[in-house]
C-alpha cells in the first residue's frame, strides 16, 4: 500500500454511511449523534461527499466484480485521491 496517497476504500466508506445514518436515526448517545449530525455542516458533507464516492464506485462498474458490504473486509481495489 502506497503510503504517500489517501487510500479509500468502498467497504469502509459503506460502513461509515450506515453507522452514522444509524447512530442519527436512532438517537444514540440521548439524541447527541442526531444533533451532532443535524447541525454540523462538516458531519452533513461528509456524509454526502462518502455518500457520491460510493454512488460513483456502483454507477462506474469499480465496485461490481466485488459487491459493497456493509461490514469490513479487505476490498480488492484501492481507491487513491
Given at each position: 500500500m502506497p503510503f504517500h496517497t489517501n487510500n479509500v476504500d468502498l467497504s469502509v466508506s459503506a460502513n461509515f454511511l450506515y453507522g452514522t445514518a444509524h447512530a442519527a436515526l436512532q438517537s444514540l448517545n440521548n439524541?447527541?449523534?442526531?444533533?451532532?449530525?443535524?447541525t454540523n455542516n462538516a458531519i452533513q458533507k461528509l456524509f454526502t461527499d462518502t455518500a457520491k464516492l460510493v454512488a460513483w464506485g456502483v454507477k462506474s462498474g469499480a465496485a461490481i466484480t466485488r459487491p459493497v458490504r456493509t461490514f469490513f473486509q479487505h476490498s480488492y481495489f484501492s481507491f487513491f485521491l
Open positions: 439524541g447527541a449523534a442526531k444533533k451532532a449530525f443535524m
